[in-house]
């Protein structure tokens, strides 16, 4: 069958991708990581900054429960700009259905990019639940807040603008990302994110982050609940904050991060660039002693 190429802003699409073939095969991984519960942001779909091949070998090599989509999925504002939608991108939208289709629960929280699926928050497309915030139960009892984070973005909420200025001049930095890892590709040398090493360098980016965590968890607090998992500053962390346990799932544009719940409890972010160069590296290694 052909692949789908047209964008599914709507549930009329779900069957076409359902009955699809996407143009990266899903690979029969033996050997898939499984986990009670996956947080994904941030991933920006209609964007070249997006890294759409590593976040499909992610889905590709992960099984989970229960996904939560924690915003700026697809980049609305990139694509009223100007429409930029590879294949890839379908595949990526494709496994989403797939993976709701074999029993995955999947719940989508819209960011600031794609706060047009805000007004369907309460429906279901395609097995996937669209909720403006969620309270997520991990298995060791603790109940955390679930929201994208553009709520504390003063820059976001009260001055679209100037955020729609920086948004150019990030995408700006992403593509000079791109090039510098191309220079590496050809080098045999791994994926390396020069905005994540120049907002850590960058003081007042820093501080911006610093102030970000700080206010969300307190918004947790005064909630009531153990803790907050938010998405949109590209920064994947996990921290304490006065007694509130912090977590950002990070993005798939910089970083290439998911953060994950084991089935006790225990939370982790996988790094996938550094996931994807250990298997290749095992996998060298498997080789030489086999031709030894």
């Not at 920006?44 to 759409?52: D, K, S, V």
């Not at 820059?155 to 700006?172: K, P, Q």
Request: charged share 25%; glycine share 8%; net charge negative.
């Amino acid at each position: 069958m052909a692949t789908i190429t047209r964008l599914p802003f709507d549930a009329q699409h779900v069957a076409d991708f359902h009955a699809s073939t996407p143009s990266i095969p899903e690979k029969a991984v033996t050997e898939r990581k499984r986990y009670r519960t996956v947080w994904i942001s941030d991933v920006h779909l209609g964007t070249r900054g997006c890294n759409a091949e590593m976040l499909i070998d992610f889905l590709d090599h992960v099984d989970c429960d229960l996904m939560y989509l924690v915003g700026d999925i697809l980049d609305g504002w990139a694509l009223k700009k100007r429409f930029y939608w590879p294949d890839s991108h379908n595949d990526i939208v494709w496994r989403f259905l797939k993976r709701a289709k074999r029993g995955t629960e999947i719940i989508y929280i819209p960011g600031n990019h794609d706060e047009m699926f805000r007004q369907f928050s309460g429906l279901n497309f395609g097995g996937v639940h669209i909720r403006r915030q969620a309270i997520h139960t991990t298995a060791d009892g603790r109940r955390l807040l679930v929201l994208h984070g553009d709520e504390f973005d003063a820059i976001t909420m009260s001055h679209r603008w100037l955020a729609h200025l920086g948004d150019a001049a990030y995408e700006m930095m992403m593509g000079l990302n791109r090039l510098v890892n191309r220079v590496r590709r050809w080098m045999d040398m791994p994926y390396w994110s020069l905005s994540k090493y120049a907002k850590a360098k960058v003081k007042n980016a820093v501080e911006f982050i610093s102030k970000f965590e700080e206010i969300v968890a307190h918004e947790a607090g005064a909630r009531g609940v153990d803790g907050v998992i938010a998405g949109h500053i590209h920064t994947a962390e996990m921290r304490d904050i006065e007694g509130i346990a912090y977590y950002n799932d990070g993005d798939w544009v910089e970083g290439c991060t998911a953060l994950v719940e084991h089935y006790d409890g225990t939370m982790e972010i996988l790094h996938w660039a550094e996931e994807m160069a250990k298997r290749e590296s095992e996998l060298a290694s498997g080789v030489r002693l086999a031709a030894a």
